[in-house]
Structures are given as structure tokens and as C-alpha cells.
């Protein structure tokens, strides 16, 4: 049996638009003015990339406490190419892990992996259609 998610988009007005979903939290979403936005939040493709940092961020997060590894900072860069031609669709996505304190490559390599092949969801779909890179940089400890 698969589990139903539902979410809405509402219109404010012009291509902005506020959403929500079963979680009951709303997220808001806007264009360009040249096409009727106000320039007053994420676009709605853009959440896509943030969806996929968040989702194995928090994968390799998770991952990583469970190895006891400590870690002082964790940040999760995404950088997308995109077709020239509409429909202007990610064509590459790089995914840079970047943490700072006493944590073990091999370790931090794993939970990437792990992230990577069985438990980010946005990856696995996203994987169907864009060519998705990662790298990672370990940094010293900050107080």
C-alpha cells in the first residue's frame, strides 16, 4: 500500500502563490516582476534544490551523529545548470557537503553514500531525469 501526500498551491496574485502540504506549514513562492511577481520569495524551482539539500543534508546529518562523529557546522551547497531552451529544466546538479570539525573521511564518505543510493528521497527522483554530482570538504573544528 503507498502512502498519499496532498499539498496545495493558493494565488495571491500574479505568479505568487503560497503553499502547503500535510505537514500544515506554508511556504511561499514568487517570480520575477517581468512576469508578475513581486520578487518577494523562493521560486518555486528553486525550492527544488532546496528540497534535495535538505533531504540528504539531513540524511548525512543523521548519519553522521550516529557514527559519534562531532561536528561543529554542516552546510549543504547545491549548484544547477539548466537548459537554455523552455522548459528550462536542470539539466546538472552538484551537491558540495561541506563540514567543519573532528569528523573522519571515510566516515563522512559513507554517510554520503548512504544518502546517495538508500535514503534521500529527492535524489532518487531527481536522479531519473538531471545528472546529479557530489563532492566534500572537511574543515577544522570553528568555536
Partial sequence: ?????????VH?????????????????????????????????KELLLLSLAGCTGSDVASVLTKMRQKFTRFEVHVAAEMADEHPRVYTKIHITYKVWGDVKEENLVKAIGLSQDVYCA??????????????????????
Avoid at 500500500?1 to 498551491?9: D, E, L, N, P, Y
Fill in 1 to 9: 500500500m503507498s502512502t498519499q501526500v496532498r499539498g496545495k498551491a
Fill in 122 to 143: 529527492v535524489t532518487a527522483m531527481l536522479r531519473k531525469s538531471v545528472e546529479i554530482t557530489y563532492s566534500h570538504e572537511i574543515n577544522p573544528a570553528e568555536d
Fill in 12 to 44: 495571491i496574485k500574479g505568479v505568487t502563490f503560497t503553499g502547503i502540504t500535510d505537514s500544515n506549514h506554508w511556504v511561499p513562492m514568487d517570480g520575477p516582476t517581468k512576469f508578475g511577481g513581486e520578487e518577494g520569495a523562493t521560486r518555486p
